[in-house]
């Protein structure tokens, strides 16, 4: 297990490259990020390169044993390129191009960028194939599916939707462009979805398109970018660092031209007055492992206080920068480098906090830091370990765009959806595997398929197979709504799904931040909130109904027998405990071991070796915690991991 940082020479004075390396030596870092922002460096003017400084800070490291991660530095074009191609700017929204002097604002299709992005990653690539240092490549950075709306970006959209559709005809088909007398006559017609306007005003149709345009879009870029990369230093493992973003692109298409998933991991330092919510970057790495169901690294870690795109936060408590790194290998993460070295005292995230800050005097979190790295070589057994999970979360990006293009309902976000029910999971020591929709998930013992929104009916197909080959599947409600194109499918909820679920939607009640409350058929009381689906089992059997409004006595939550399998469908966004009875329900139908005594905040995963089965039990909460496990009684600090191994 490795531990690295991000690390920016050209910020600072050449006189402390040497002391920062040999400090990185003596601490434990075997691994540093660096140049994904130094383009104005590494080609000062137009066509001149100078690559002298990297070479001397990578010989540097390289004398002391550490690798280089090398980033392509086309999230930053200098700004004698804007000057000379000022339309290569992004275009916002209003058709106004966004300023130059702060980062990731070119757009990715304009010619000239392209010539002169290939350009400097040739170049780089070239001077830096068969260096032993080099560990991996980085493209750009945190790459977005970006939304730029100049003209040739508009044409680009137009030229994706003709492939797609051939005709004008077929494309005001697919949209219903009828409504508000949006049929096209020409392509010329076709604009993005432009302006102010919210996005209530659009056509769903046209926006559910247009995302999956700039995804494809983006990772198109990307895939290039590896591709010339690949040319050049071949035998080198290519990656990019990607996050969840307002516009996030389809990370399992974007990572599959991509030789490993590297994500940026920002825990709050602040836990949530929610104390739930302090697992949900739990989520997010499971989220991470299954992009490509493989060992995954973080590009940029927790080190310090955030505070450069709002007023500073807390700092890390003690015990959080070694337990969320530790708590990120739990999770399948067998690099993690950490954001970043030093706190920068110059540019705009001078505030955002790196394991050493402006006194340059190492101090405590540092010496976390320090400890963790002799923790992680400890670890070392652990690579190329694996992560069995028999529950499986399905995510669908159609259905994060779908779901931010029409809010269902107050309170109502799709990641927050899938939370829920992994929290559950977490609670009961469950592993599970957050995957693409698309994926194959005939391995495993649970699927839950959280919102399925818009149908793929290869998607809903599968769905049948698992459950009528014996598997259990656990639907909720907004499933079955929206056909590929994103409208309405006209026939009772939850459509495709019905007849699996064993039950109908009489009616549904959006009931936004509102609680209303359940009833389990045993007498256990439950609160629901958000969303009802007012069921009608058609078959199924009735687990929790409603307790109040005027659908008192409706069924909630049922479960259905289909074929050999077993559906649930919950048709109200329920409380933690609601959640936790079902898991607890479905896990036991798999015949699946949980630990249903864990403590609140105390999380427990495992990765499984040739020969050992290694146990991590995390404590989320800012309180000691004692747990046992399997006999074994352990006290933890708060935010402190231990590893219990054990033979499998
Ligand atoms: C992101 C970026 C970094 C830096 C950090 C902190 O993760 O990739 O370059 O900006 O945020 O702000
Ligand atoms: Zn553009």
Redesign the pocket.
């Known amino acids: 297990m490795r531990i690295g940082v991000d690390y920016y020479p050209e910020h600072w004075d050449k006189s402390l490259w040497e002391q920062d390396a040999d400090l990185m030596a003596k601490t434990g870092v075997r691994l540093v990020r660096m140049a994904e922002f130094a383009w104005s460096r590494m080609e000062p003017k137009d066509g001149v390169f100078d690559f002298g400084w990297l070479d001397e800070v990578i010989r540097l490291f390289a004398d002391r044993g550490i690798s280089v991660v090398l980033g392509t530095p086309t999230a930053c074009p200098p700004l004698w390129f804007y000057e000379k191609y000022p339309d290569a700017v992004?275009?916002d929204r209003d058709g106004q191009r966004i300023r130059t002097g702060i980062r990731g604002h070119r757009?990715?299709?304009?010619p000239e960028f392209r010539r002169y992005a290939r350009r400097i990653v040739e170049h780089m690539a070239r001077h830096y194939a068969g260096n032993k240092a080099v560990a991996a490549w980085q493209i750009d950075n945190e790459l977005e599916a970006?939304h730029?709306?100049?003209?040739?970006?508009?044409d680009?959209f137009r030229g994706w939707l003709k492939e797609k559709y051939s005709t004008v005809e077929a494309l005001n088909r697919a949209y219903g462009n009828v409504v508000w007398s949006g049929e096209y006559s020409s392509w010329n017609q076709v604009q993005p979805p432009f302006g102010h306007y919210p996005d209530a005003w659009m056509n769903p149709a046209l926006m559910l398109d247009y995302n999956r345009f700039a995804s494809e879009n983006v990772i198109r870029f990307s895939s290039w970018q590896a591709s010339l990369i690949r040319r050049q230093c071949p035998g080198v493992p290519v990656t990019t660092n990607t996050w969840f973003c307002e516009h996030m692109p389809d990370f399992y298409q974007e990572f599959k031209d991509l030789d490993f998933v590297a994500y940026d991991n920002y825990p709050p330092t602040r836990l949530p007055e929610d104390p739930e919510a302090c697992v949900s970057h739990a989520f997010h790495l499971d989220l991470m492992r299954g992009v490509k169901r493989a060992p995954f690294w973080i590009m940029e870690q927790l080190s310090g206080g955030p505070g450069c795109w709002m007023p500073m936060c807390r700092m890390p408590s003690p015990g959080m920068i070694r337990g969320y790194a530790l708590q990120a290998f739990a999770h399948g993460a067998d690099t993690v480098l950490f954001f970043r070295w030093r706190t920068a005292s110059i540019g705009a995230e001078m505030h955002w906090h790196g394991l050493l800050d402006h006194s340059n005097v190492p101090g405590r979190r540092f010496t976390e830091f320090a400890n963790l790295c002799t923790t992680a070589k400890s670890l070392a057994f652990l690579q190329g370990s694996e992560i069995k999970a028999s529950v499986a979360i399905l995510f669908s990006f159609d259905n994060e765009y779908a779901f931010k293009i029409q809010p269902q309902t107050e309170g109502y976000y799709y990641f927050e959806q899938l939370q829920r029910v992994h929290r559950a999971c977490m609670e009961l020591g469950l592993n599970v595997d957050v995957v693409s929709e698309k994926e194959d998930f005939s391995g495993y013992r649970v699927v839950i398929a959280p919102e399925m929104y818009v149908t793929d009916p290869a998607v809903s197909g599968r769905l049948h197979t698992f459950a009528r080959q014996g598997g259990t599947v656990i639907l909720t409600a907004r499933s079955g709504v929206k056909d590929i194109h994103n409208n309405a499918v006209m026939s009772p909820l939850p459509g495709v799904y019905r007849d699996m679920a064993g039950a109908s939607v009489a009616e549904y009640n959006p009931i936004g931040r509102d609680q209303i409350p359940l009833i389990g058929a045993d007498g256990q009381a439950y609160r629901g909130t958000q969303w009802c689906d007012i069921l009608e089992p058609e078959g199924a059997e009735t687990l929790v109904r409603y307790d109040g409004d005027y659908y008192r006595g409706s069924a909630a939550v049922t479960r259905n027998r289909f074929d050999r399998g077993l559906v649930y469908y919950i048709g109200t966004v329920g409380d933690e405990a609601l959640y936790r009875r079902i898991l607890m329900d479905a896990a036991g139908d798999a015949g699946l071991e949980v630990y249903p005594d864990l403590p609140p905040l105390v999380e427990v995963t495992t990765r499984t070796t040739a020969d050992k089965v290694c146990c991590f039990v995390f404590n989320h909460s800012p309180e000691p915690r004692s747990v046992t496990i399997r006999g074994e009684t352990l006290s933890l600090e708060p935010f402190e991991m231990k590893i219990i191994t054990r033979n499998p």
């Open positions: 992004m275009v757009c990715i299709n304009h970006y730029c709306f100049c003209d040739r970006c508009a680009s």
